[in-house]
């Protein structure tokens, strides 16, 4: 899946990350952190943030491991301090059906919510583990659309602060193997505060997109 994509020797992070090539930066690297974060040379959006983890890795590298935990926090703090007014996505694309450009494993936020989500329509339910449900669901522009979820009362931004969000990972991961092995797209969409002074407050939820070629992610 991701075989035609930049090979580590040549990879983009990397040499941003050990100072060889510029980026606007947000949480540079240093001692005792394995992730961080710059400004995206794309302006598709008002916000577009890169959630990088220090050590090279691939996706599916990133999304198996415990360096998901810290990649998420920070992502979930950028989303805070850039898009707190009108709410973001947390995004991850796996092969170039899903526009994956750079094989060294990132998470994307970006400003503004998923339409995509808000107009999704429940199909059927797939299947449950422990503290979390797959159901399938219906979204414009992905054959295939997978909603994992907490079976408890959590919000969107306590799952992805703590642990809960290791475990959607693998669910999702095991899911796309199954029913979209060619590339597939994660995405999770925080709302904009309403009666809480915190984004996310909307049931947590993680969507696996795929099935075929998809559209861009914003």
């Known amino acids: 899946m991701t075989s035609d994509l930049p090979e580590k020797k040549s990879c983009v992070f990397c040499q941003i990350i050990i100072g060889n090539s510029f980026a606007k930066w ?3 690297p240093s ?3 394995s992730a961080v974060c710059f400004h995206n040379r794309l302006k598709w959006a ?3 943030l890169l959630v990088v983890p220090v050590k ?21 703090e950028m989303g805070d301090k850039h898009c707190s007014q009108y709410g973001y996505r947390v995004i991850a694309n796996f092969g170039r059906k899903a526009h994956q450009s750079q094989i060294h494993a990132h998470l994307h936020v970006v400003s503004g919510i998923s339409h995509q989500v808000k107009e999704s329509t429940f199909k059927s339910h797939i299947d449950k583990s422990n503290d979390l449900v797959m159901e399938e ?5 992905a054959p295939f659309t997978a909603k994992i979820s907490s079976s408890t009362n959590t919000n969107q ?7 809960l969000i290791h475990g959607a990972a693998l669910e999702a991961l095991k899911l796309s193997r199954q029913r979209t092995p060619e590339g597939y797209r994660l995405m999770a969409s925080f709302d904009p505060p309403k009666n809480s002074l915190c984004t ?3 049931p947590s939820e993680l969507f696996l997109m795929g099935g075929g070629q998809l559209g861009l992610y914003v």
């Open 26 to 28: 947000e949480k540079r």
């Open 31 to 33: 001692n005792h952190v």
């Open 46 to 48: 008002k916000v577009m």
């Open 56 to 76: 090279h890795m691939t996706q599916g590298e990133l999304w198996s491991s415990t360096n998901l935990i810290e990649c998420a926090r920070l992502a979930v």
């Open 137 to 141: 669901y219906s979204i414009n522009g």
């Open 157 to 163: 931004r306590e799952m992805w602060s703590t642990e």
């Open 200 to 202: 996310g407050n909307n």
